[in-house]
């Protein structure tokens, strides 16, 4: 029995499902119950069956699954994958901003720690963030941690948005340059040029289309273009090209990997079902009091 097979095996005995984020290696994409965003994965997490849930992504992920199905095990292939994003926002810049601006909501990204999450109104992914914030009843809205996506939503809505900190970004998205897609669309004149919103405002502008991972997926398949340079995380190009056999794919960017999300292997995962560690806990007041922002999203996102 190969590892795929042994960990499937392990996972229907202990009655365990797989979530995998779209930017996970091919090979646990291939044998995972979901893989999506981490919209679609909350979803998921927040209506499982299952008594475990093998969450492989990174950790703001897993956590959310526990907050939003707290009597399930959460069990991680590896602890240690982090989100670098995630943690440059900081609790203490994050409530000195709320109370300097009292009549501003806050939304917060779902790549944020779940201490964070209990400050927010709402939670928003790059898939609805522009839908939630326009949805605040506020005209300024608290927005944080990831500048490019605040660029985004700033021009897709009406409100003034303060970015908490005003310097968040994503190591992996940042680093792709207007020379990296120059390079591209010479290499690919036939190509559309899709690319995430965590990707610099440059980027954005000179791309064909800007959109959440599952917004690409869908934006892709539906085009009636053969060829796509894509602007997110590699492991992206898996999924489009499973699903779309027949449309090329090509990155932006080779180098564009993020090292924690690559964290997870099929070893760590047979490990983990096994001896069901590392699992995720989240401490009260945090789990109660993050559910709500959490839920508000899922709710205004149906
Ligand atoms: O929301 C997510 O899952 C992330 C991190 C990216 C995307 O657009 O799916």
Not at 10 to 32: F, G, M, P, V
Not at 145 to 163: C, E, F, G, H, M
Not at 244 to 273: G, Q, R, V
Request: hydrophobic share 35%.
């Amino acid at each position: 029995m190969n590892l795929q097979e042994e960990i499937l095996r392990l996972a229907k005995q202990k009655n365990a499902t797989i979530l995998a984020h779209n930017y996970q290696r091919s090979e646990i994409q291939d044998i995972a119950d979901h893989v999506g965003d981490s919209l679609d994965l909350s979803q998921k997490a927040s209506d499982t069956n299952a008594d475990i849930i093998l969450f492989c992504g990174v950790k703001f992920m897993a956590e959310t699954a526990k907050i939003l199905n707290p009597k399930k095990k959460v069990l991680v292939p590896d602890v240690s994958a982090l989100c670098p994003l995630a943690d440059q926002l900081k609790l203490d810049e994050l409530v000195k901003v709320k109370r300097q601006n009292p009549g501003a909501k806050t939304v917060l990204y779902i790549n944020t720690n779940a201490w964070e999450k209990v400050e927010a109104d709402c939670i928003c992914t790059s898939a609805n963030a522009d839908k939630i914030v326009q949805a605040m009843d506020s005209d300024t809205v608290i927005f944080g941690p990831d500048q490019n996506l605040a660029y985004y939503v700033s021009k897709k809505t009406d409100k003034r948005l303060i970015v908490a900190p005003p310097t968040g970004l994503c190591p992996t998205h940042h680093q792709m340059s207007m020379d990296d897609l120059l390079e591209a669309k010479e290499k690919h004149p036939n190509a559309k040029v899709v690319v995430h919103p965590e990707c610099i405002p440059e980027v954005q502008e000179a791309a064909d289309w800007v959109a959440s991972t599952n917004g690409i997926l869908r934006y892709c398949t539906e085009s009636k273009t053969r060829e796509f340079v894509i602007g997110t995380e590699n492991g992206m190009l898996h999924r489009l090209q499973k699903e779309n056999p027949a449309k090329l794919f090509y990155p932006l960017s080779e180098t564009t990997i993020c090292p924690n999300m690559k964290m997870n292997t099929l070893d760590k995962m047979l490990s983990a079902l096994k001896n069901e560690k590392p699992e995720i806990i989240v401490p009260e007041p945090t789990l109660s009091g993050s559910r709500n922002a959490i839920q508000r999203m899922l709710d205004l996102s149906r």
